[in-house]
């Protein structure tokens, strides 16, 4: 998207506020280090809701190497901000999903030997799998979000499978611009915004996450389409030198001050235009 067509997608969204979404596992993986309770997952995401996170995310994953049933529990019965329960689409994880019933669900693709999500769902693979999953939470209630790749097929088949959002994934790009692999970096970054227009076109509400920073947060806040962030290993991880309430607070002054200069530039845009 050049800058011109950015501005007339502005002008078009209204230029809607970002969301952030905390993911906590990973304190949950300190905690599990160890055993026992301490750091409790709860306390970190009360005080990431203190310092500014519009909603929680916790992946219960098969083999529980972090997040708890209990857990999950535990946070639908006590945060006063939506629960983002990002799950594989299996009976198991559907069943506890609608026992528990979390504000939204993220399903993801999932396998025991990676050490975090790899890719994005194969919806356009899995459709008859998924359409059954996707039906029964949306009829839960249940907010759903599909953990995709930026890319066309897979957006039009999530689209047909009447999920209300995606949630793309933003890790090559980040990790092309970690490494310096700048033309790499180029085009995954061409690959996100034209999915998110894409997205959008078709009335879905576009998320982002997975490998974000302040710096990659900030860039990707400026995509007008783009209405929320899920950010968690990063801000853990700084929150071992500044704590977490600095690391949430930081971040999301980061995305407010980057959504706020998409908004005057849409303004003056309009102005210009007159």
Known sequence: MTPKTAKAAGRELGIPPIRLGINIDHVATLRNARGGRHPDPLRAAELAVEAGADNITAHLREDRRHITDADIARLRANLTVPLNMEMAATPEMLAIALKTKPQAACLVPEKRTERTTEGGLDVAGQHDLLAPVVAALGDAGIHVSLFIAPELPQIEVSARLRAPAI????????????????????????????????????????????????ATAAIISGVPEIVELNIGHYLVGEAVFSGLYETVSHMRAVMDRAREALRQSDTQAKVGGR
């Open 167 to 214: 949630e793309i994934h933003v890790g090559p790009w980040c990790e092309a611009l970690a490494e310096g692999r700048r033309q790499e970096a180029e085009a995954e970054w061409r690959r996100i915004v034209e999915g998110a227009r894409a997205a959008h076109d078709l009335g879905l509400e576009v998320h982002a996450g997975h490998g974000l920073d302040y």
